[in-house]
């Protein structure tokens, strides 16, 4: 009889020192993990694991798996995190049964000290676990600051399909984040690739056609290019057909080298919303042209109004929604109406929406028939704002509501007013340090600033 079988026959017997002997004497793989098995209970320790070590590097799974346990929790021996890690590689490369689990629940006992639980993330990224390559490509960046550590595992990712290494490594290409060059080429390709295996996500496609009808990023101007960027995903009616939605869009503005036909592009807003009737973008899109009474349709702002809140009702989280509600209410003379107005934009405004806040300034700073001026939490507002912007360069249209904030805030500053004391000293530093930082100055005559 073959030893090994023997010593399997004697150990279900009970027979442990004649099993160990039959272990001993066979040449089998598996002898060895049996026998270092016995040995490790038997006192044996290290020669037991030595066996298995040697079972292992022979391909013996249960062997790897053993001693991920022994190394992992210190049975026997100092606790070993290397030497864990690298039988818990093989079980993952391996497919062991229940070794993606293993690694998860000893992430999860060691996620306070990073440096241990790296060791055992980067096990799976070793099976393009796109998490582990993500979190781990942070560690990198972040803790270890090994910084081509980080962009190698996010390429690997990229490589593999992982939209979220993809997008990270982009921005890193884009700014030149954790010590690198921009690298405008890497950029535009991983957006290429981003809008190409991500059509339904807008976002990307919207960023290379920008690129393409800017002459971003070393790519020369095209706007042939751009367009047909939109064509050819609109032919593919993605995201209930949102790309036929862009090329009307340049339709109604005549942007990017398309013809200005207004009504061709009224004719297809109202064909994707009568297509797409709970679509939030195109319904947004018929009501403000309702607001306005735009391109041959009569202005309704009730019609409009009655757009908006039914969208609210439909998606009270939405900031899109709540803005534009928000809006509609501020133009009404109706006070209830605009206290919803006040409300909705205190609620986009907790909500992260910049827009929201100038209109707060302002709200807060006028009062209304229904909520009183609060000077204090306007120049609260003004001054995160200046916090943010203090040296920053705006688009033009916001620079100007940015500069009309800290004037307001300098004014109620000066005057003191609602919850707010005069402040004339903090009036002149804010005055001063928007001045100091912004070619178009705020001018405020015949001040007296006290000391």
Not at 417 to 446: C, F, Q, S, T, V
Request: hydrophobic letters at 35%.
């Amino acid at each position: 009889m073959d030893k090994y079988k023997e010593g399997l026959k004697l150990l279900k017997s009970g027979k442990i020192d004649e099993a160990i002997k039959a272990f001993e004497s066979s040449k089998e793989n598996y002898a060895k993990y049996q026998l270092g098995l016995l040995l490790i209970q038997k006192g044996d320790i290290t020669k037991g694991i030595k066996l298995l070590e040697e079972s292992a590097v022979k391909g013996n799974l249960e062997s790897a798996n053993t001693l991920v346990s022994i190394f992992e929790k210190g049975i026997g021996v100092k606790v070993n995190h290397d030497k864990a890690s690298f039988y818990l590689k093989e079980l993952v490369k391996n497919d062991f049964k229940g070794s993606i689990d293993l690694t998860k629940e000893i992430l999860s006992n060691n996620k306070d000290d990073k440096h241990t639980y790296l060791k055992y993330l980067l096990v799976l990224c070793e099976i393009n676990d796109f998490d582990a390559l993500y979190e781990a490509s942070e560690i990198f960046f972040n803790d270890a600051k090994d910084n081509k550590r980080g962009i190698d595992l996010l390429n690997k990712g990229v490589n593999a399909g992982s939209k979220l290494c993809m997008e990270k490594l982009a921005q890193i290409y884009k700014e030149g984040l954790y010590n690198t060059t921009v690298n405008a080429n890497g950029y535009v390709e991983l957006i290429t690739k981003l809008s190409n295996d991500y059509p339904e996500d807008v976002k990307y496609t919207d960023e290379l056609v920008d690129i393409y009808a800017k002459g971003l990023f070393g790519i020369t101007k095209d706007n042939d290019i751009a367009v047909n960027i939109y064509r050819e995903k609109a032919s593919h009616k993605y995201n209930e057909a949102i790309y036929e939605f862009r090329l009307a869009e340049l339709q109604e503005f005549g942007l990017m080298g398309v013809k200005k036909d207004v009504k061709e592009a009224l004719k297809t807003y109202q064909a994707l919303l009568d297509s797409f009737p709970n679509n939030v973008t195109y319904q947004i899109k018929m009501a403000e042209i309702f607001d306005d009474g735009k391109y041959g349709v009569n202005k309704d702002s009730r019609k409009a109004a009655q757009i908006y809140r039914s969208l609210l009702a439909k998606n009270p989280d939405d900031l899109n929604c709540i803005m534009h509600m928000a809006k509609c209410y501020s133009n009404s003379v109706d006070a209830d109406e605009q206290k919803q107005a006040f409300e909705l934009f205190n609620k986009a405004y907790e909500m992260g929406s910049r827009e929201a806040a100038y209109d707060l300034i302002r709200w807060n700073y006028n009062g209304g028939k229904k909520f009183p001026k609060n000077y204090k939490k306007a120049v609260e507002i003004a001054e995160k704002l200046e916090k943010e912007f203090k040296t920053a360069v705006l688009p033009e249209k916001e620079m100007e509501m940015y500069k009309s904030a800290i004037s307001l805030a300098v004014q109620m500053y000066l005057s003191g007013g609602p919850m707010l004391p005069k402040n004339p000293r903090r009036a002149k530093e804010l005055l001063n340090d928007y001045n100091n930082n912004h070619k178009d100055k705020i001018k405020i005559d015949k001040v007296v600033w006290g000391k």
